[in-house]
């Protein structure tokens, strides 16, 4: 059986979809005549735990760890409440932002480049090189973010010759928060210049998404594959759905994910629709901007809102089809119409309707409209997007409001392993 090193850092007990895409698939490589050995830090200091995942790690799968310095344990010393606010993604506008979160974004964008794992490059290197040989390794998986783990695959490669396939969960340079992180043009420059070198030596690359797969198309003429995050099928008998016309948004509420048009629209409904008004119910699972609860408060949609802090990923698949609407949102920018949110392929499964807002050609976009499982707006259709509400609270008054999904069985998890070990064994 062909064996590869998958090089990750997130790992359970670590929580958040970045774990889970790898999880499920070094649970399912086995069933496509391939033995993964997965690396990751021994003592890592991650934003989310969920120790529930632990439950979900495969029989017998080789694990093996190299401590890793983390800055971020110090960085929680110094800045409290804003460095552990900051390492969860939830940056706030430059205009929020205290003294001691612009100093720690200006030292975590030109101090540690590619981010605050890069002292674990140099002993994972040292310790891998060993562990490859031994166990007859000739095929090595590095994913990020964090993008240092991709500076360990392109040393590996250069010291052993093994084959490299770089995974990019998310972009790197022009990822949303990139340019909130204070850069100087030295290291601006130093980001772009260790993106081409990975984008060019790994002999593979894989994305989530098409948009992502064309930028790097413009950077490198390595082949690129597409495998989406997925989801894990479940059975859930007799989920009773919440009385109130619920809307649910599960996963990090980021400060640029700030519908303005949605809460304004939802307002409006309540000050027309006295019925509206007695049946709405707003719920936020995950890590929530207090950008965005400051908008809401000015909205005067707090007493409307229920913030339920982080759940384990069992409990967002039950709020999720318990929920009446599921929110989707992503940041209405050009750089960010290629991400597609993870929670988008959880939300498939549900039956329950989904509200997406993005910026215009979002990738996620497509997908609802192929599985149809929801509806699509940029963030200025604000008229559309009230009569979608409307359109949805007479459904639910009318005890008719579901969906009927569309080819899903593309989405899970074991199938985008099929695609993931066909990649591997080209």
């Known amino acids: 059986m062909k064996k590869v090193l998958v090089i990750s850092y997130y790992w359970p007990p670590a929580g958040g979809p970045g774990v889970q895409r790898w999880l499920k698939f070094v649970t399912y490589l086995r069933d496509y005549g391939i033995e993964p050995i997965v690396y990751v830090p021994e003592n890592p200091t991650y934003p989310i735990i969920d120790e529930e995942l632990l439950n979900e790690l495969p029989d017998g799968i080789k694990i093996l760890k190299c401590p890793i310095f983390e800055p971020y344990a110090i960085a ?188 304004k629209a939802i307002t409006e409904l309540i000050q027309e629709n006295k019925l509206f008004a007695n049946s709405f119910e707003l719920k936020l699972a995950g890590v929530v901007s207090e950008t965005l609860i400051t908008t809401l408060k000015d909205f005067g949609l707090e007493k409307y809102t229920k913030v339920l802090g982080y759940v384990s990923h069992k409990e967002a698949q039950l709020l999720q089809r318990q929920s009446q609407v599921l929110l989707l949102i992503e940041i209405d920018s050009k750089e960010t119409k290629m991400i597609i949110p993870g929670k988008l392929f959880e939300y498939l499964q549900s039956n329950r309707p989904i509200l997406g807002i993005g910026p215009k050609g979002a990738d996620f976009s497509s997908i609802l409209k192929e599985t149809n499982t929801g509806v699509f707006y940029e963030y200025h259709e604000i008229e559309a997007i009230k009569k979608q509400l409307m359109d949805y609270f007479v459904l639910y008054l009318k005890r008719e409001l579901f969906v009927v999904p569309n080819h899903i069985e593309n989405y899970t998890r074991k199938s985008l392993t099929g695609k993931l070990a066909a990649i591997i064994k080209n």
């Open 76 to 263: 929680n010393k110094i800045g409290g409440k804003s460095s552990g606010t900051i390492s969860k993604g939830i940056i706030p506008s430059r205009k929020n932002q205290s003294t001691i979160q612009k100093i720690l974004l200006w030292v975590r964008g030109n101090l540690f480049i590619p981010d605050a794992r890069k002292y674990w490059i140099k002993p994972s290197v040292n310790f891998l090189a060993e562990a490859i040989e031994r166990e007859n390794i000739d095929t090595i998986i590095t994913t990020g973010p964090p993008h240092s783990l991709h500076l360990i695959g392109s040393k590996l490669k250069d010291d052993l010759g093994v084959e490299w396939i770089a995974d990019f969960r998310d972009p790197w340079t022009s990822i949303g928060y990139h340019k909130k992180l204070l850069l100087t043009k030295w290291a601006q420059k130093r980001h772009e210049f260790l993106e081409q070198k990975v984008v060019t030596k790994a002999d593979k690359i894989i994305v989530t998404s098409n948009g992502t797969k064309q930028e790097f198309e413009k950077k490198t003429s390595q082949p690129i594959y597409v495998v989406t995050n997925g989801f894990e099928p479940i059975e859930m008998d007799d989920v009773v759905l919440d009385a109130k016309f619920s809307m649910s948004h599960i996963g990090s509420f980021l400060s640029e994910r700030n519908p303005i048009n949605l809460w």
